[in-house]
């Protein structure tokens, strides 16, 4: 079994290797899924309220549509205003992955980067 040492406040942890299989690789504007609210609704939220006034008149035609199926429309007609609803990592690309061993056991999981090649 490979194990990792890892210095952390005066302490040596070590956390056992265990690879990740990954599922799928390259998943982009995952944002488009996000439908539960309404382009209205989501502006007259507190998070998003600050956005309200570029938005409402702009875009008025569209406060009834989704707000993914919004953000896809201006991201598609290259719209950046889409990315005022996104974190920094909004638009970024994702994988899937997950692990089959050590699932029941308690304690902290750490994940180190290493470049690999890759056949996917």
């Not at 406040?9 to 944002?31: G, Q, W, Y």
């Not at 007259?44 to 956005?51: A, D, F, G, M, V």
């Not at 549509?65 to 950046?80: T, V």
């Given at each position: 079994?490979?194990?990792?040492?890892l210095?952390?406040?005066?302490e040596?942890l070590?956390?056992?290797?265990?690879p990740?299989h990954?599922t799928d690789?390259?998943i982009?504007s995952?944002?488009y899924?996000?439908?539960n609210?309404?382009l209205?609704?989501?502006?007259?939220?507190?998070?998003y309220?600050n956005l309200k006034y570029?938005f409402?008149?702009?875009?008025?035609n569209?406060m009834n549509?989704?707000?993914?199926?919004?953000m896809?429309?201006?991201?598609?007609?290259?719209?950046k205003?889409?990315?005022?609803?996104?974190?920094?990592?909004?638009?970024?690309?994702y994988?899937k992955?997950?692990?089959n061993s050590?699932?029941n056991?308690?304690g902290?999981?750490?994940?180190f980067?290493?470049?690999m090649k890759?056949?996917?």
């Amino acid at each position: 079994m490979d194990i990792k040492f890892l210095n952390f406040k005066n302490e040596v942890l070590a956390f056992n290797i265990v690879p990740l299989h990954f599922t799928d690789r390259d998943i982009t504007s995952v944002f488009y899924r996000k439908n539960n609210k309404t382009l209205k609704e989501t502006l007259n939220s507190k998070k998003y309220i600050n956005l309200k006034y570029k938005f409402e008149n702009k875009y008025k035609n569209y406060m009834n549509m989704p707000l993914g199926d919004f953000m896809k429309l201006l991201k598609e007609s290259n719209d950046k205003n889409y990315k005022d609803f996104l974190n920094r990592n909004g638009d970024k690309k994702y994988c899937k992955f997950k692990i089959n061993s050590y699932l029941n056991n308690k304690g902290v999981y750490c994940f180190f980067l290493r470049k690999m090649k890759s056949n996917i």
